[in-house]
Nanobody, 124 residues
Framework: QVQLVESGGGLVQAGGSLRLSCAAS????????MGWFRQAPGKEREFVAT????????YYSDSVKGRFTISRDNAKNTGNLLMNSLKPEDTAVYYC?????????????????WGQGTQVTVSS
């Protein structure tokens, strides 16, 4: 079992930055990949970024590539999402998720555990 708690959301102006964190507990952190997803009002949940168990491989959605950076610290059981050059269309609830595998995936069906989400609002 894995418990995930996100933090770091908030209100920021367009062009600004935010850093989201995901604190994990339960199953050994370094045994699974992690991912970030988001859901805007009235829209489906969408993939944002993912990282493998060791942090050596990452993958991003086209909409955030070059602006967001996913990372993890296995010694601290923490995952992070650094978001730069934020746009109003990045406004959403952001969720971190723990995969059922050590290998990264952009599909939400690969993730068996989810945090409660943190709100990110980008004003224009």
């Amino acid at each position: 079992q894995v418990q995930l708690v996100e933090s770091g959301g908030g209100l920021v102006q367009a062009g600004g930055s935010l850093r989201l964190s995901c604190a994990a507990s339960g199953r050994t952190f370094s045994t699974y990949a992690m991912g970030w997803f988001r859901q805007a009002p009235g829209k489906e949940r969408e993939f944002v970024a993912t990282i493998n168990w060791s942090g050596s491989s990452t993958y991003y959605s086209d909409s955030v590539k070059g602006r967001f950076t996913i990372s993890r610290d296995n010694a601290k059981n923490t995952g992070n999402l650094l978001m730069n050059s934020l746009k109003p269309e990045d406004t959403a609830v952001y969720y971190c998720a723990a995969s059922n595998s050590p290998f990264y995936s952009g599909s939400d069906v690969s993730y068996g555990h989810w945090g409660q989400g943190t709100q990110v609002t980008v004003s224009s």
